[in-house]
Nanobody
């Protein structure tokens, strides 16, 4: 019933920038935490950045100072601005949104389908 649509991935050179977006649609009572994760083939999915309803953010050490997460509550959208990209940032990036579908529902974490980010040397 709820779907997440990701966009913004692609191929960039080292030092370049990309802006990812993830929009939630469908019947949603409320949205709580929103975040971005990334996964390299053969490795565990790891947190990149997250933001709560109050706008408080948390970043993984490798991206601090380079990436910025933000959200637009009116549009049910979370963004990830990625600057000064490095080859080690290459991964599939997934958004995660914690939603409450109805007033009486428990919170549920939903994943986007992922978008490939490739940074060349």
């Amino acid at each position: 019933q709820v779907q997440l649509v990701e966009s913004g991935g692609g191929l960039v050179q080292a030092g370049g920038s990309l802006r990812l977006s993830c929009a939630a649609s469908g019947i949603i009572f409320s949205i709580h935490e929103m975040g971005w994760y990334r996964q390299v083939s053969g490795k565990q999915r790891e947190l990149v950045a997250e933001v709560n309803r109050g706008g408080n953010t948390n970043y993984a050490d490798p991206v601090k100072g380079r990436f910025t997460i933000s959200r637009d509550n009116a549009k049910n959208t979370v963004y990830l601005q990625m600057n000064s990209l490095k080859p080690e940032d290459t991964a599939v990036y997934y958004c995660n949104v914690v939603v409450q579908k109805t007033k009486w529902s428990s919170q549920l974490g939903l994943w986007g389908q992922g978008t490939q980010v490739t940074v060349s040397s």
